[in-house]
């Protein structure tokens, strides 16, 4: 039950849109910040919901169809990495977060979100520190970001398959950091990163 706690506290003071978001691509050193929201029913419930990084490939894969059949509403919210590199990536994150949340539809009456608050005006929500592996809704957030994530850097290995983007989505890898020695930054990568600053 401690998934559920902060939904469960929230409902008792009269919040019934409860919105869970987070990201996935903080770290990496090319593609996109992605950023999960999800409204769940009230009475949905799931053990295998968890953080996403502490699930398989296979298992966020099946937790994310099943989601999105269950979810009242999920939206996800995508920020580039030539505004990662303008911006910097905790505002980028957060813009992420704030697009996916402003796409649900209802609206929520409250939002959870994981470490970091956003800008929402006249919709209260709470920012949680490891959210993802403590609140239902916001773990559940961090699969539907993740696995949007991680298809759309699948994508981007097929233009660009010389870097692996599909094992190892953009991260600093040893062999992501052999390819970029090898071959130089491609377009999809964030220039404000280090080692990639010194191109």
């Known amino acids: ?77 995508v920020v580039g990495w030539k505004q990662i590199d303008e911006m910097g990536i905790s505002n980028a994150s957060k813009l992420a977060m704030r697009q996916a949340v402003l796409k649900l539809d209802p609206a929520p009456d409250f939002i959870l979100s994981d470490a970091f608050s956003i800008n929402t005006p006249g919709i209260p929500q709470m920012a949680v520190i490891k959210g993802d592996a403590t609140v239902f809704s916001i773990a559940a957030a961090s699969i539907i970001a993740k696995v949007s994530r991680d298809k759309l850097m699948a994508n981007y290995h097929k233009k660009y398959p010389q870097y692996g983007f599909n094992e190892h989505m953009g991260y600093g890898t040893e062999v992501h950091l052999k ?12 220039m404000s990163f280090s080692p990639l600053n010194v191109f």
């Open 179 to 190: 390819m970029i020695k090898e071959h130089g930054p491609c377009p999809i990568h964030r």
């Open 1 to 77: 039950m401690v998934m559920y706690k902060q939904e469960l506290q929230l409902r008792d003071r009269g919040f019934e849109m409860i919105a869970g978001v987070d990201e996935a691509g903080r770290g990496p050193l090319a593609g996109p910040v992605v950023a999960g929201a999800i409204l769940l029913d009230p009475f949905y419930k799931n053990s295998a919901i968890n953080d996403s990084k502490q699930l398989t490939a296979i298992e966020r894969e099946q937790l994310f169809v099943e989601l999105k059949n269950r979810a009242i509403s999920y939206a996800v919210g």
